[in-house]
DNA sequence: GTGAAAGCGCTAACAT
DNA sequence: ATGTTAGCGCTTTCAC
């Protein structure tokens, strides 16, 4: 029967028509170009509004050059950790009057590059999370994917950088462990291909040779809760009394894992996490982990993105990449080394 | 010191030019158009790669339009739920060539009908994903907003929506309590404008209808984990031995409060979730809740999204909202009621 | 089979 | 102060 019937869009042409002037006239009102004279503003107001007349962002954005947009890429839209970037990212962007566009990769490093460089020609610039693709193909690719702002990875092509200190962060960790009276350690660790990860690995090599008295182990892992919660047989048997899993997922895996098994936290092993999303302060027992400001990485992002759209010039920007500091969470899933354990 | 080599964008004239060919040919091979020569096809195709040529979308949606993008709008976007809606929608969507443009409401329901407008306009069609606004301003904005679906909402104005049963949901876990002995249950409910906070409501009448021996209460309340740990002394206070909370998030809350305190879940207190995000299994107790498909609920959205997009007749699509049942998750968060408590 | 030209909806330089 | 006109980069008639 029949299509619905379908208001035709309205156009700048119906209101220049309906007030009787051109559509620049219409076109400079809607831009808030004072050079217009008052009363025929004013028309052009009205008959606006009563078409409910919006300007057509495409056609704008076609003449103007720009799409008041941002992209972003990330490896995987279910980690909690991507999300809080992109919440903080979008907020912040909008506070601007600017969208975010995602694409998530899947953590598929060849879908990257791709999708990348499809986002970045439907926006004025892209916000790259986390990028999987090798260090080659990042600068390669960087030059057409500007403006362009990395998160945790850094190139030599010239773009802004966000980076968390993971290395330092692991070590307070550990230390905190040490100072807790734990003397065997193990390491959770998260995916090959994370950067993070890599610096979480240089970071316990430091702690190592700062402490050669401990004995600390490295256990394959991942990133998400099944492999927190696989892993349970393997921390058992390293002997580690204390455990450094890679993310606070992983270690909530972890925590259900023992739990089942009866073995208690922090009671007969302690458990740390890492980032402090926001599930973390309510875990049984509550998550020792390392708090990484997430949310404002995306929304600092979204800053370094503004100043790099803005100043064209871009030579006020700071060199070099930003750098944030994990703060060690103190919680209850780390308490002493037990007295049994510890001494075997 | 001066600006960055600015290489500038290739347009589709320089391709043109480099072919030796006008641009209306490449367009058509750019758009696979067989009515060109093989040859010529072969030499647009060449240059195209050589200049790395990638057709500039807002050139091609200005003429085609139509953006290959669809927005969403959520009410907060730190909500695991609708994370899992995004992400449902961003991958299904992504499947058939489209993009996902991102509007987050903070809750404010009078920014809503902006947020919408705008990400309408820029988009091919809408997701609503639980509006906040009234009724009334649904109804009246929907026209406007078309292609759109709805999620968790229903409007007499024509739209695809899709609905959640939870007052069904809530049924069951309140049926699963009363199995398990329970006599004296609480109901911290959720946020007040949310529709699926009163389809939980309304599920609860029935229930009480059905059990005219069993004390159900209602406690006031919230949608994330500081409402839950807050809410323990009123829990104690009710008296209630099983508690069915609004969501997950105020169960883990709530799970978290109780623990502190040294009561014991479930042998003290039975609590139980809702929606099943992903960490409901890895709580300590893991959690007994209601299954919700929120992921297949994003990717439903998106189909009927595309349905909507593509027969533009839209006659053959099914009438009336899509229904999802939530399924019963049985964990440890639930037990038998005690026998102290169970007294009274 | 291919090019010339119109047009998508808007902004802005240029006239007046 | 306002209208006319030329793009923005592309697709698509319409001639040839």
């Given at each position: 029967m029949g299509r619905r019937a379908t208001t035709r869009r309205i156009g700048i042409a119906d209101v220049a028509l309906k007030a009787g002037v051109s559509h620049a006239t219409v076109s400079r009102v809607m831009n808030g170009n004072?050079?217009?004279?008052a009363t025929i503003a004013a028309r052009v107001r009205a008959a606006a509004t009563e078409l409910n007349y919006q300007p057509n962002p495409v056609g704008r954005s076609l003449a103007l050059?720009?799409?008041d947009t941002i992209g972003i890429v990330v490896p995987?839209?279910?980690?909690p950790t991507f999300q809080a970037i992109l919440r903080g990212l979008s907020m912040a962007a909008a506070q601007d009057g600017y969208r975010v566009l995602i694409a998530d990769s899947s953590e598929v490093s060849s879908e990257e590059a791709i999708l990348a460089g499809e986002a970045r020609r439907r926006c004025d610039g892209l916000v790259l999370c986390?990028?999987?693709?090798?260090d080659a193909e990042l600068e390669e690719l960087a030059p057409s994917l500007q403006p362009m702002v990395l998160i945790n990875r850094t190139t030599d092509a010239h773009a802004p950088s966000l980076m968390v200190d993971y290395g330092q962060g692991i070590q307070e960790l550990a230390e905190h462990l040490v100072g807790l009276g734990h003397t065997r350690l193990a390491f959770l660790a998260g995916p090959e291909r994370s950067a993070s990860n890599g610096l979480r690995l240089l970071g316990l090599e430091k702690f190592k040779a700062g402490h050669p008295e401990i004995d600390l182990q490295m256990l394959e892992g991942g990133s998400n809760f099944e492999v927190g919660h696989q892993s349970v047989d393997a921390v058992l048997a390293s002997g580690a009394t204390g455990v450094l899993a890679f993310n606070d997922l992983v270690a909530m895996g972890l925590l259900s894992g023992l739990h089942e098994r009866g073995i208690?936290?922090?009671?007969d092993i302690s458990v740390t996490g890492f980032?402090?999303?926001?599930f973390a302060r309510y875990t049984t027992p509550t998550l020792t982990t390392a708090a990484v400001p997430i949310t404002e990485l995306g929304q600092q992002a979204w800053h370094r993105m503004r100043d790099l759209i803005r100043n064209?010039?871009?030579?006020?920007a700071p060199e070099g990449p930003t750098v944030f500091q994990p703060r060690l969470e103190g919680r209850s899933s780390t308490g002493p080394a037990s007295a049994e354990r510890r001494g075997g």
């Amino acid at each position: 029967m029949g299509r619905r019937a379908t208001t035709r869009r309205i156009g700048i042409a119906d209101v220049a028509l309906k007030a009787g002037v051109s559509h620049a006239t219409v076109s400079r009102v809607m831009n808030g170009n004072f050079t217009v004279d008052a009363t025929i503003a004013a028309r052009v107001r009205a008959a606006a509004t009563e078409l409910n007349y919006q300007p057509n962002p495409v056609g704008r954005s076609l003449a103007l050059g720009k799409t008041d947009t941002i992209g972003i890429v990330v490896p995987d839209l279910s980690n909690p950790t991507f999300q809080a970037i992109l919440r903080g990212l979008s907020m912040a962007a909008a506070q601007d009057g600017y969208r975010v566009l995602i694409a998530d990769s899947s953590e598929v490093s060849s879908e990257e590059a791709i999708l990348a460089g499809e986002a970045r020609r439907r926006c004025d610039g892209l916000v790259l999370c986390a990028p999987r693709m090798s260090d080659a193909e990042l600068e390669e690719l960087a030059p057409s994917l500007q403006p362009m702002v990395l998160i945790n990875r850094t190139t030599d092509a010239h773009a802004p950088s966000l980076m968390v200190d993971y290395g330092q962060g692991i070590q307070e960790l550990a230390e905190h462990l040490v100072g807790l009276g734990h003397t065997r350690l193990a390491f959770l660790a998260g995916p090959e291909r994370s950067a993070s990860n890599g610096l979480r690995l240089l970071g316990l090599e430091k702690f190592k040779a700062g402490h050669p008295e401990i004995d600390l182990q490295m256990l394959e892992g991942g990133s998400n809760f099944e492999v927190g919660h696989q892993s349970v047989d393997a921390v058992l048997a390293s002997g580690a009394t204390g455990v450094l899993a890679f993310n606070d997922l992983v270690a909530m895996g972890l925590l259900s894992g023992l739990h089942e098994r009866g073995i208690r936290v922090p009671e007969d092993i302690s458990v740390t996490g890492f980032d402090d999303i926001p599930f973390a302060r309510y875990t049984t027992p509550t998550l020792t982990t390392a708090a990484v400001p997430i949310t404002e990485l995306g929304q600092q992002a979204w800053h370094r993105m503004r100043d790099l759209i803005r100043n064209v010039p871009s030579d006020a920007a700071p060199e070099g990449p930003t750098v944030f500091q994990p703060r060690l969470e103190g919680r209850s899933s780390t308490g002493p080394a037990s007295a049994e354990r510890r001494g075997g």
